[in-house]
Nanobody, 127 residues
């Protein structure tokens, strides 16, 4: 079992920055793929970025060049640095983890591939 707790959400103006963190606890040993997802009201949950234990990273096209995902395997933390935020980035952001390899990068951004989820942290970007 893995527990995930997100932090760092808030309200910013368009063009601003936020840094989200996710602390993992429980059985965090071995290989895993971790990701950030987001869900806006009335919309489906969508993948934002994913990173595995080896440091392989993929991003959704909508955030490439603006968001940076990273992880510290020793501290069991996942981070999402979000720059040049836009109103369309407004959503609840979730951290997710699955303890096995997902070979195809596209699949790494699909929510049904993940087993463990945090409670989410709200990000609001005003114009």
């Amino acid at each position: 079992q893995v527990q995930l707790v997100e932090s760092g959400g808030g309200s910013v103006q368009s063009g601003g920055s936020l840094r989200l963190s996710c602390a993992a606890s429980g059985y965090t040993y071995g290989y895993s793929c971790m990701a950030w997802f987001r869900q806006a009201p009335g919309k489906e949950r969508e993948g934002v970025a994913a990173i595995d234990s080896d440091g392989d990273i993929c991003y959704a096209d909508s955030v490439k060049g603006r968001f940076t995902i990273s992880r510290d395997n020793a501290k069991n933390t996942l981070t999402l640095q979000m720059n040049n935020l836009k109103p369309e980035d407004t959503a609840m952001y979730y951290c997710a983890q699955v303890p096995y390899y997902i070979g195809v990068y596209y699949y790494r951004l699909l929510p049904d591939r993940y087993r463990y989820w945090g409670q989410g942290t709200q990000v609001t970007v005003s114009s």
